[in-house]
């Protein structure tokens, strides 16, 4: 599916009052999302590994005079059933629900051929990019029930379409997440929460950046350009949208 055959007529879609969830806050599409969802209303919680980052974002959502966010240092290398029931209990005890959740932190990995792949490197990027998304959703679940429209977004690669040499355990990672958004949004078929997955395509951020060190940064989207398209996904404007598989550039 792609976005331009979904997008609003209408720019100006709200947030009002929501409760929105974003893992790698900190940086890249992340970051940008996180003012984005500040600006159309939503109370943000920052979940990132990089507490000086996370606090970087608070302080611009803060300094523009919109809801205060949250602040959530957590790494999702080491993420445990545990700790994500916890920050599933702290959320509940705030805010008694949550609005959306968008599964946007990933790592790249040292792309090459898989004959002379470092394991635990794979191991590392796997639980990142595929496992830790399965343990924050299994914990947020319940709040997501609690919410009369949310929206759980995961988000994919065009190497997690189409398998590429030399992409490794990104690639795997990105086929999996793909699998994962599909399987749960059969099982919550009827259950009011829609869930979705969308490959960015070429943007401007790190990641890329050191994927691809000879590309020009100018050519290709920055990550403030697909906002409005995550921002709409987590928006009431998208209640009749589950289960897809979207392009955000094409």
């Known amino acids: 599916m792609k976005y331009s055959d979904i997008a609003p007529n209408n720019a100006d879609v709200s947030l009002r009052d929501k409760v929105i969830l974003i893992t790698g806050a900190g940086a890249g599409i992340g970051e940008q999302l996180a003012l984005g969802a500040a600006r159309a209303g939503a109370i943000v919680l920052l979940l990132g590994r990089r507490e000086d980052a996370l606090n970087a974002v608070y302080d611009q959502i803060m300094s523009e005079g919109l809801a205060e ?65 399965v343990v924050l959703t299994k914990a947020l679940l319940p709040l997501l029930s609690e919410s009369q429209s949310a929206s759980i977004i995961f988000t994919s690669s065009g190497v997690g379409r189409q398998a590429r040499a030399f992409w490794g355990a990104y690639s795997a990672s990105k086929f999996a997440t793909e699998a994962i958004s599909g399987i749960l949004a059969a099982e919550l078929e009827t259950d009011g929460i829609r869930v979705n997955c969308v490959n960015p395509g070429a943007t ?28 709409f996904l987590l928006s009431e404007h998208a209640k009749g949208i589950h289960g897809a598989s979207i392009d955000l550039q094409k």
């Open 69 to 133: 966010p949250v602040v959530i240092p957590m790494d999702l290398g080491t993420l445990d059933e545990q700790q994500a029931n916890q920050l599933s209990h702290m959320i509940g005890d705030a805010f008694g629900r949550l609005d959306g959740l968008v599964h946007n932190a990933s790592l790249l990995g040292k792309l090459g051929p898989i004959a002379t792949a470092n394991l635990s490197e794979w191991s590392q990027v796997m639980t990142v990019n595929a496992f830790a998304p």
């Open 204 to 231: 401007n951020t790190k990641m890329r950046r050191a994927a691809f060190p000879g590309e020009s940064p100018e050519s290709i989207a920055s990550a403030a350009s697909l906002v409005p398209a995550y921002v």
